[in-house]
């Protein structure tokens, strides 16, 4: 059994709303009451934080409750998809606010620094379009690589991780899928910029994660991985392995296989569940896959691979599974 | 042209907020403020009116607005997907909370008879499943079946829809489609049960709106018709006819075929836009689709149909659409 | 572990070919070579059978086949989805067609009286649309559900099962999901015919099987299941439990609760793989989920279900197959 | 309007068959037959022929049909996706079919260079795979990226275009979005080798098809565009612009935008249509949408975009299609 890490969102542990329930699903939390809430997940370690943190909550009181709480922070994500960016971040058509969306991002860079985050993550969740012949794709691939490459380019110290995903809350997001990402990325000519492989987004992008994840490995652009489930049509945020439990397990091979030994992030949206027990569940599901690697046959699984014989294949993974 | 009459949800001109954007995508708007949006909206003249109103806000003083906003009520839909109902309304876990929930709905009933609307409608939007394993779908079944039968019972004088929609926010909802909506009514044993065909869900449930709309009148259940459009995978609520054209047009046709009269109702969630102008967009669009249909050669329509000739009847309206 | 019997398509064992590989996927095989194919099969006891049996092949060359290799036929299912069927079969524009359609049926009860099998399987693949416009959607329903009935009057003795699609070969097929048919069979006013639950047709109808199940045997309309796995999006008419595990094994838990005793059939199209295996693999993963809900906590899971407790339902399950 | 020039994929006017109608959907047509019937397309003008083009034709046979019927041949498409390459062409498990499916493309390099055609295409429709777990996804990379680079190589007079397609026959296809293509043909570091961007085929990877277009010829991988139109969920092979309208008015668009010049390419399966009327209908419809771009206020659609106004950008193609 490989000594997975694991880590969370912070998004996790925070009050949820939607479009419906605006009177929201849980009690609030604040920063500092996620992080707490974190804390009671045992074998969670390290978190993903947004950042701003908060009304009147600063770096030092963030770095004090990871530190109360066993936990350290994994990544930054600035918070570059709220209301003063609805219509983008690195592509809003207001020039002054592409600025405030960079600022953001610069900002999260050092506190990312203060609080030793492994990198600050991107998620351009506002930029995008919603309607046919709304965008000007070209401008949007130059503007979205252009940020991203400045950042980069800004803090060659620092490492930096762009999270993909197909749509929501636009009905297109420009960084929708794990090839577009790496040919983004390439473009930009920078070193430090890397993808994070969300095996959900991954599923709903019409991938096979497990084939994404050797993807961004063969182009030595694999940043973080992050993991949950849902129905494939959507962000659905569920748990891990409730929905896509065999390819989960493939997930599960192919870190070993590319020798991963990075933190694995829970990024869920556990609307009607405990957040804590919903990380637990997941942590116990993960693990009990990683032990179920194991056992595979993985010689007769290559063996089946390369015969291309998928009913051998399946039936080494399902008789561990059914017996 | 037919003499189509608008009306809208009222949530349209209120304010979003997401998963993402907690901090919402426009200004705070009252249920009267959104009326007052409404009235704005030339054509628009009624409206599906969310109950409660809100803060200190009183059957009069929407009646009053309405009036002011020469706006009437087409439909009271309760509400019963906010936080109280996150699992559920009609299949709440806890009896307390079912119970509470048909209360909500006999309020709405009140209302509405106050108000003068045409309908209650009931959207039980957390009513369902998230997960595989997670539900006793008989169970849901015969909560859903009861209780709408219990409200139209206790209510003989007033009409009821239901509006199907297949998820979100949960992700499997009870009343997913058409024709199970129309089985679960002929369960009820009810007259006064119909059901909303909004074109956007019908999309996304896999159906095509022009056959679900003839489904719902077959059996004498179409109680309302709400338009809007999406991607077919999720509820976007985007602009009529923006992404659907062809299949709004035929929405058009058949509600002339099947002699509609009501009027037709927009469901929009216009992030990014301004809630008047997305309005009046739709609205103009829908009375040009109208306006086509008047155009088409209805005879030679349904002479392709009968032999099935998909070039021909596709041809009719292409020719209409692109000289 | 119940006693299940098994069955499959007989189409399972003949020749595959798409509109690539128009030179085919194995060597031919008539009727008479699936036979003695699914003869190897260990368990499997009976056949869902294909009329026309081809050339120069008669009721009794396959009683005596289906009895060489001690199988029975549990159904028969007329062509009426071929060359001359291609516009439709009940709803052929030509009324010759419709006539010869019918006719078709006609002489596959015949067949099925002759040898003993359980039902007479409709399944009406040419029965739809292809484009927007081109369906008098009335017309379809008329015709579709008025040539069931009249099959099913004509034949009170004999069962009959609609297999209902969403689509291929037409983009759209008639009976398209679960209920739709069960509401078309409740128009025929006949009692019957009833309706084949294919899992894969159901997941990928946007369905949860196991809710479809529910609801078939609701209305005491269950005619027949059978089980193979897709990707949602296509019938791929994969191995059981290959893609959706967990959603098959809440099919077995259903078909335990409803108290189904018939046998369960394959429907699988391994197009590169050998078909005796295929079947083979797939009986032995049914068998193993089963035996799996043996060791279900059941009362656990009611009370999950009841508290609507999504993580301690999957728990009760992943603990099962992950350890 | 642009002078476009018009050219179809010659399967288009032969005989199709697909799993059901094994019996096939119209009278058997060989090769010079199908170019008579292209030939009598009016417009047509240039052809996507396969190789090898049936038992006892030739390449003089071929030229001098195409010569008869004043067409030309645009590329060559070899065969390596029937029978003997069902488990793959350029990643079969066995050595020996991937020689083959090699020596069959130098064939097919042959024979246009003996027919002048424009370029070869690979569309290696068998090369990806089925289930969860059976494919070794680094080893595919390194086989199809390898094949193609070898090709490109021994060939460097040859332009080469490779044909993504998400799935069919395969549930995986290798080469799978327009991304992902570009991302290998970087990775085979060649000139000569660019990507097919079929309308069809990019919708149904969930792509925007402007979008793609753009991605394409940002890298100067663009190598032919082929139209045709789906449900979104799988390769219908439709009419053009039946099913979305505005993305293919949007396509006309962009390809004005990037000046794009070569002819546009048809690739359809009218099943139940007469092939040739096919061809006209669709060749009409994108005449009229690209009279259509015509009319487009090109300057306040630049605006509309720069705002990112959907509503604007909308209204103006709208109120060009609807009055």
Sequence with gaps: MADWRFGAG?????????????????????????????????????????YPFGDGIGVSDVREALARHNLSAQAITPHIYMREFARGAFTNPDPALRKRALDRCREGIEVARE?????????????????????DYGWLWEQSVGAVRELANSAPDMQFAIEYKLKEPRTHMFFCNAATTILAIQDMGVDNVGVVLDVGHSLFAKETPAEALRLAHRFDRLASVEINDNWREWDDDLAAGSIHLVETLEVMLTLREIGWSEPLLLDQFPFRENPVAAARESIRTIRQLDALVDRIDREALADARRRQDALAAQRLVLDLLLT
């Design 115 to 135: 609080l030793g985050a492994k990198y600050v993550k991107f998620w351009p969740g506002q930029d995008g379009y919603d309607y046919p012949l709304q965008a």
């Design 10 to 50: 912070i998004w996790m542990f925070c009050q949820f709303v939607d479009r419906y329930a605006t009177d929201a699903y849980g009690p609030p939390a604040t920063t500092l009451d996620a992080i707490a809430s974190a804390g009671e997940v045992e074998g969670l370690e390290v978190l993903d934080i947004n």
